[in-house]
């Protein structure tokens, strides 16, 4: 790597951010998995996995600066951070930033440029570890976590998830499991978390999905089951997002579904080969949204993008047109949707290549990454409100 790609809105065009590629070094060898941006300082947060020491590290980028700074088990000084297994990164609506590494929840000190400790997953067995941090969407000094024990075989040995309810400001907790015997309690194990557009918070369990309900700190369930040839009996939910009635789109492992809430009745959609189907998503659904014109779009990895026409209740799989001197033959299926940016603009990528795709005129604009390898790799790509667009990939690091 040599350079971070730039987006120049005033001139519509990707421009290169020269840095320094003694700086670009810290990236090398590594997967790119989470990125937060620090829009007060200006700030770009990356959780990064090493694969040759086999665990996690962060990095940050100063775009004033051009420069990185690295936080990691193997760091000195105020660069340390207990950082091994797992690892999570979150900023909330104050601006603090959090780091959850393994069992400590870190809050970083912009006076010392630290990590500095301040809570711990209440554990006797000292197996318990965090999941993922997910900012609560109605009240800012609340965030949610989910836990897991590392090394165990859910299937062989089942145990209850605890879900965290952490105040930031009194650093009072809550635990929320699963119980038989209270309809109240959150469906089944929290295997993730997740917020819609109407700023309610989800939890994806193997048994469905929960939502909360802040006045009584009860749950509310929904039974999802998709078909057991393709998930056993569990529940996975990759994906979902919220229409203008309030309703569910959800995406997870070979399956589609559409969740009226009122009627709690959810209605599956899959692969056939009659027109308006959806096409053959072998790798499950990644992403659901809605744009600003309230078209939703669905993107499958290694499948293809479609989106909803409502008019006729039936899914257009977009063609996406290849560029001129490139085969046709194999191209179009393997275009899925890694990043957007605007109503009509979003990020798409193959195996060849990555472009900046309009699919209303259906002209693209490839990005030019000088390294024919990293395209197959690229796993997100976002763009920020400073303007600079960046480029995760799982094994080539970061541009």
């Not at 393994?102 to 010392?112: K, M, Q, R």
Request: neutral net charge; glycine residues 6%; charged residues 20%.
């Amino acid at each position: 790597m040599r350079d971070c790609i730039f987006l120049d809105r005033l001139k519509d065009a990707f421009i290169k951010l020269e840095i320094d590629a003694g700086e670009l070094n810290i990236f090398k060898n590594k997967a790119h998995y989470k990125w937060v941006e620090d829009r007060k300082s200006g700030k770009h947060w990356h959780l990064l996995y090493d694969f040759e020491k086999s665990k996690s590290c962060l990095t940050v980028f100063d775009a004033n600066r051009k420069k990185f700074e690295k936080y990691s088990a193997d760091s000195e000084g105020n660069q340390f951070i207990p950082m091994n297994e797992n690892a999570d990164l979150l900023q909330d609506a104050a601006g603090k930033i959090w780091l959850a590494t393994d069992s400590l929840l870190s809050l970083f000190d912009p006076s010392s440029r630290s990590f500095k400790p301040w809570f711990v997953i209440p554990d006797s067995t000292k197996k318990l570890k965090f999941a993922n941090l997910v900012a609560d969407p109605l009240d800012q000094d609340i965030i949610w976590a989910n836990t897991f024990i590392s090394g165990i075989d859910e299937n062989r040995n089942p145990y209850n998830r605890k879900v965290l309810k952490i105040n930031t400001r009194t650093k009072a907790f809550k635990i929320f499991m699963q119980n038989d015997k209270d309809p109240a309690s959150i469906a089944g194990n929290c295997m993730g978390i997740l917020t819609d557009s109407l700023n309610r918070i989800w939890f994806l369990t193997d048994k469905g999905i929960s939502i909360f309900n802040p006045q009584n700190e009860t749950f509310t369930n929904y039974a999802i089951k998709f078909p057991a040839s393709t998930t056993g009996n569990k529940t996975s939910v990759y994906a979902l997002t919220s229409d203008k009635e309030g309703n569910l789109w959800l995406g997870g492992y070979k399956g589609l579904y559409y969740l009226n809430l009122k009627t709690a009745v959810a209605t599956y959609y899959s692969h056939s080969n009659e027109p308006g189907s959806l096409p053959d998503f072998g790798s499950g659904i990644d992403k659901l949204f809605y744009d600003r014109s309230g078209t939703l779009w669905i993107s499958m990895p290694w499948s293809g993008i479609a989106c909803l026409d409502e008019r006729k209740s039936i899914f257009n799989p977009l063609l996406i047109a290849p560029l001129s001197g490139e085969p046709t033959i194999g191209h179009q299926p393997d275009f899925h949707i890694v990043g957007l940016t605007s109503d009509s603009i979003f990020y798409v990528k193959n195996t060849s290549g990555l472009f900046a795709w309009n699919y209303k005129l259906n002209t693209y604009t490839r990005i030019e990454l000088n390294n024919s390898n990293v395209y197959r790799q690229i796993n997100a790509v976002m763009a920020s409100k400073d303007g600079l667009v960046w480029i995760g990939s799982g094994g080539s690091g970061l541009f």
